[in-house]
């Protein structure tokens, strides 16, 4: 152990109070501790001060030149006496500000900013009411528009930097800058384009630093700060689990603002900032539960409603038994509705039968990371990954655009010198910042992780001790291994054998480096091995347990960690615990007071082929949309079509609600109480910032109701008597609860008791299952692979502006002005070859079935490679997808499958 | 810079090794090596994606430095120092002479996009001024006939390596 | 001063070629940095050092032995040595000359820094306006490598290795600004940068760095040849050795001249082996030292001033980099100072609200004077603008902007009272 220095005080006095702090404290900083707000229009916290507005100018007694220095720069010192509010410093202040508004358009009335300005602020703290210089202005600038969510006014820029530092120095984007000097000095996008122009991708945290009305949100225009509350909670969208002010005028959400979350420290992606309150209000939300009668959907009452579902269910379950019934489960919505669903299907409808969208992204992860370590989750914080680490491996994710906030963090790590290796058939965008990018064909990254290891083991970079103490299973690996020269993975890959080499020395050599994966990884006919094969290559090099280091899968959906950890699983009981052990199903029986089927259940891509066999009779879907999301659209439609009985519980009428018999409105994040659990284990609150429209209850209530009904009575108060519950049921949850949960950072499970602070990182010391467990694992090719009939291999992912079925970002209108239909990427060498331009409509058809939709021309995919986006109706892509799955955890092989292109010319 | 083949700039940023600390001394080169006198989007792009940094850092420096253009420049641009020791010794004689002479204002290039002419800041030839500095070149200690002379030298395309 | 007391222009045009590292070793090159090498302790030159009281020549005066000091016992490495040859301050030629005529010195010296230090890499920044001195200077550098003066085991001494680049300015003067030109080495913006921290422990690449001036590094192989107590003797008590000057505006012989320190201004002015008096027949009036950041003396004044540290200093002057621009009485003060801010208008680099704004606002004010549009009032306004831009400016170049324009008003009040239309009602005072 490093035995640290006892960190070094100083001690000063600021407007007569003395105030200790550490050395190297900035006077900014040090003021604030005793309660003193000195005035700053550069300053931003999460960066190094810019010292560039000099508004918050203090004086230090007998300093040099007058003694003013600007307390976001000058460092505490012993015996300092400084002067924030004497005449010299107000006048200095004052100064500054006039300067500022001798160049600024003051046009307050008509501006978005108004009562959300520091400069209209301070201007009426200090007097002034205007400017008492008469020279030149910045030339009238048009205000440039062409942002679909945010306007931008050069005249009432104060080049304070902040917007440019953020998009340079978080955002990792630098889209604009502080461009020319002197009084020409404009903040702009390069060449003065227009904002469309540039490669900005509206993350909107320019306009959520700007302290005037320079950038301001379109919807702005719609209220002043003043008429509003803001109500923080946890954004709707992907597993980052960013903080969110929600800004609320009347009842109804008119903005989005990036609160100081621990995953995202202020910052938000375009769909936090922009996308995730328009669905809220949209007009086509359901507001009653809707019985379809001769194929139509006609209004009903919730009795009526729920009497119908209560009793159909129970005949189906008279008739056929309880493993006739199943239910999908949200992963959209909070813990605590989905830990009654499972509840309601277990006790209920008397199956295991309930799954949730975790099978088809990240079941494998969940199943091989339990099996190696014991734990399937992500083992360190986003912030650990990010923040001090030396490298990072990079397979199969492309966060930039799946998980925006968490790109932008490992853009901050490289800025920060570290080295990043992506391994990524595609050129995804974070490929510009590697240090390395492994090409590899689709499908091979068990083959890749096995030369890896082959090279540290051959080089003697393994951890031998670690491996000694922690783990078992090695030797067979390293048999296994031997045979995956990098030659012969170069060979598989398809890449140079030097870069193996070169990137499994990045890795092994670095003191921090943490693996982050996502679906790449997992979605493949081999997805649990590919995952097994990420935790064997971090305990080859003892690089977990450890901090900026681990095994770290990124979770797609906002809570399909939660998901799967309340039990939404055909598997596991709410917290891993397994069906298959008595014990567990003793325990619930007792917690529930009923007796529970104690056969494991179907995982919901083994609900539909048994639904088209007629086995599954009913089925109860809560807010998924499995004709989109689900491979092979026809056989889910068949599916669907044959079943007796379907109940969808929904926010919007989505294509699977039109083959439901009954719809019950479904209630959105923002009008709910309760819990998200993010990707890295982090229970977060979400908070009620509106009422629900019409008839729309509380899901949790509604589930609650329908187990009454069939007998099994089951009330709840409030979300937070549900975590009550879940923390007596789940030792990992044992000690949340949601008082504890007002904590600005939430808790992390494993969380045990009253007093255990969370775990950051987990396998400290040993690992969840005791030893590490290493699986030698021998690469098998995808399950379809490109002939001649079918020669593209095609993989699916996300895009950075949709979110999965876009039921939510589809709803807000600037998203749809940027994106608003499917694509396909296409190397420019087929495209050559098939004459096809960037643009064109082409026809893609797989063994399954054939969809339209538009070229995209460019460098991103390989040759013989191309990638769709799984967002629209139209062309939807999972109507060619494969159903095929993997062994192990039954997930669909989405990144794989092969395909024929064809342009259709009109 | 249309007029620079691409081969041509790629040569000029290896030469630098493509390194950062070059940038300057790329741009520079880039932009005397082309006809138009000055750096487009473009080249811009260019330069970034070879030195590992965005355009928007790029666009940045160009627009920041004084001897880096952003927009077409005319075939020779004519710079006369107006810091006070030079404009104390006759810089305002060596303006008023190019206006008279060219018929064309400050910054303003002539109809046959040959000339234009502009004050910067001091280059360091004090002792000689009035003079006027095209390119790295200084033609000292000018004179109302000496200025005409140029004129017609530069037409008659007299520097070639101006 | 005789040309064969000059200790920095002596090789001046006493070579064919000014990068022949043979000439140079012949006229007591390179003794310098043997010297420094066969001592047994370096920290011993720091001592010499601060007896020769060398002060930077770039223009602050800060005392080299002082900075040296810092930099050596600073911890952390490397630690990188950078020439500053932006020479931007108008008025001011004499690096470009030493870089022209005597490279081989600069390097020495700065040769000499990188094994005081340590260092692994040298930098030399020259402003984009002198690139025709590149290929001279990188001809220098190579002959310096081939004849084992710069690459690995300099003079045979095992571990001592060191090389120089060349970094092109573009056409910024605040670029002359310490922190600001490490930005622009890094290929960043060349705006200076926050301090605290001290370059000396947070530098170029967030190392240690010494930032010196070209004629500063030249001087230090003079003072290792002959020692600090001569190299202080060349000088003044205050500040040792000579230093180059730069003759410009109304005198007959404007040029490049080194002087010892403590030469008498007016022998500067009026002897005809300086400045030679008058160019115009009209009598001098005034002398701007330093360029435009520097001060503005009164040649009558100045009459029996001596041109050294204190010397001047007795006035309230500094030498700042050596640029003597002389004015004869045909000169309004007001049309002077316009021109000075139209200088910094230019340059600031855009940062700083005062600076950024305020540089156009005392521009715009002074030409109020000019058309003699000013108000009652105006005058304190102006001085009060002055002080705040002085007071909250970020950097060196914005702090002194006022430098000039107050002591040029402390010389000619007169012709800023007359800038002022009495008879128009007082300004309205303003808030600051
Ligand atoms: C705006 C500004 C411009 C400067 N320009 C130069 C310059 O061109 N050359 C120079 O040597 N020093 C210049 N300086 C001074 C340097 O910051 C620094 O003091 C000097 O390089 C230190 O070297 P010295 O101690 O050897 O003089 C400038 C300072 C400022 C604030
Ligand atoms: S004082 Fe002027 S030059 Fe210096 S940082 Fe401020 S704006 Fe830039
Ligand atoms: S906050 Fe200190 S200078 Fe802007």
Known sequence: MDTKTPTQTVTLTIDDQNVTVPKGTTLLKAATEVGIEIPTLCHLKELSPDGSCRMCMVEVEGGRKGGLVTACTAHAADGMVIHTQNKKVRDSRRFVLDLLLSNHKIDCFNCAANGDCKLQDYSIEYGLTGTSFHGRRQPANKIDHSNPFFDYDPEKCIMCRRCSRVCELRQGRDVISIAKRGFDTKMMPSYGEAWDESNCESCGNCVSVCPTGALTAKDHKNYRDWETKKIQTTCPHCGTGCQVNLVVKGNKIVGAEPANGPANKNLLCVKGKFASYKFVGSDDRLTTPLIKRDGQFVEATWDEALTLVADKFTALKQAHGGDSLAGFSCSRSINEDNFVFEKMVRTAFETNNVDNCARVCHSATVHGLAQTLGSGAMTNTIEDITTDVDAILLVGSNPTEAHPVIGSQIRQAVQHGAQLVVADPRKIDLVHNAKLHLQVKGGTNVALANGLMNVIINEGLADEAFIAQRTEGYEALKAMVADYTPEVVAEICEIEPEAIVQAARIYANAKKAPIIYCLGVTEHSTGTEGVMSMSNLAMLVGKIGKPGCGVNPLRGQNNVQGACDMGCSPFDFPGYQKVANQDVVHKFEKAWGTTLNPKIGLTSTQVLPAAIRGDIKGLYIFGEDPIVTDPDTSHVRKALENLDFLVVQELFMTETAAYADVILPGISFAEKDGTFTNTERRVQRVRKAVEPRGLAREDFAVFAEVATRMGQPMAYDSASDIMDEIAQLLPTFGGINFKRLENPNGLQWPCRDQDDPGTPIMHVGEFSRGKGLFMAIPYKPAKELPDDAYPYMMSTGRMLYHYNTRAMTGRTEGINQISDHSYIEINYEDANHLGIKDGDKVKVSSRRGSIETYAAVGDRVMADSVFMTFHFPDGNVNEITNAVFDDIAIIPEYKVCAVAIEPINS | MATLPVEEKIAIINHYDANPEQALNILVDLQFASADGYIDQETAQLVADYLGMTETRIYEIISFYAILKEQPQARYVLKICNSSPCHFSGERAVSTGLKQILDVNENETTADGMFMYHGIPCVGACAQAPFVKIKERVFANLTFEKLEALIVDLRAGRYPEL | ?432
């Not at chain 3, 001592?47 to 930077?56: F, N």
């Not at chain 3, 316009?338 to 208008?345: D, G, H, I, L």
Request: aromatic content about 10%; proline content about 4%; some cysteine.
């Open chain 3, 1 to 432: 001063m005789a040309a064969n007391d000059n200790v920095l222009m002596a090789r001046f045009g006493q070579y064919i070629d000014a990068t022949d590292v043979q000439a140079y070793c012949k006229q007591e090159g390179y003794e310098g940095l043997k010297h420094v090498v066969s001592l047994a302790e370096p920290a011993d030159f720091l001592d010499e050092l601060d007896t020769a009281m060398l002060r930077g020549r770039g223009g602050a005066g800060y005392p080299l032995g002082k900075k040296w000091r810092h930099l050596f016992y600073s911890e952390n490495d490397p630690k990188y040595i950078v020439c500053n040859a932006d020479e931007g301050e108008p008025g001011t030629f004499k690096d470009k000359a030493l870089l022209e005529y005597d490279p081989l010195a600069v390097i020495e010296g700065m040769t000499i820094a990188g094994y005081m230090f340590g260092s692994p890499q040298g930098y030399i920044y020259i402003r984009g306006e002198y690139r025709n001195l590149h290929r001279r200077f990188t001809q220098a550098l190579e002959h310096a490598r081939q004849a084992n003066f710069l690459g690995e085991n300099i003079l045979g001494v095992a571990g001592f290795n060191y090389d120089i680049k060349i970094i092109s300015g573009a056409g910024a003067y605040v670029c002359g600004e310490n922190s600001a030109l490490l930005n622009s080495i890094e290929g960043k913006t060349g705006r200076p940068r926050v301090k605290p921290p001290h370059l000396a422990d947070v530098g170029l690449y967030q190392k240690p760095t010494l930032v010196n001036n070209v004629e500063s590094y030249a001087d230090v192989p003079v003072i290792a040849r002959m020692g600090g107590q001569a190299f202080l003797d060349l000088g003044t008590e205050d500040g040792g050795g000579t230093k180059l000057i730069c003759l410009s505006g109304h005198v007959k012989n404007r040029g490049l001249y080194e002087v010892k320190l403590g030469t008498p201004i007016h022998e500067i002015l009026y002897s005809p082996n300086y400045g030679g008096g008058s160019s115009t027949g009209r009598p001098l009036k005034f002398i701007h030292f330093g360029g435009q950041s520097g001060p503005i003396g009164g040649v009558a004044e100045l009459d029996d001033c001596a041109y050294s540290y204190d010397g001047l200093s007795a006035h309230d002057l500094t030498i700042g980099s050596g640029a003597i621009v002389v004015m004869d009485d045909s000169v309004n003060m007001v049309d002077y100072l316009t021109s000075v801010a139209e200088f910094f208008a230019h340059e600031s680099c855009g940062k700083c609200t005062p600076c950024r704004i305020g540089s156009l606002r005392i521009l715009e004010t002074l030409q109020l004077f000019q058309r003699r549009d000013a108000v009652p009032g105006d005058l304190e306004v102006f001085e009060s603008m002055l002080t705040h831009v002085t007071q909250l400016s970020a950097c060196g170049l914005g702090q002194s902007i006022a430098t000039s324009m107050v002591s040029g008003m402390a010389l000619c009040p007169d012709e800023f009272e007359q800038a002022i239309n009495w008879a128009l009602p007082k300004r309205q005072e303003v808030s600051w």
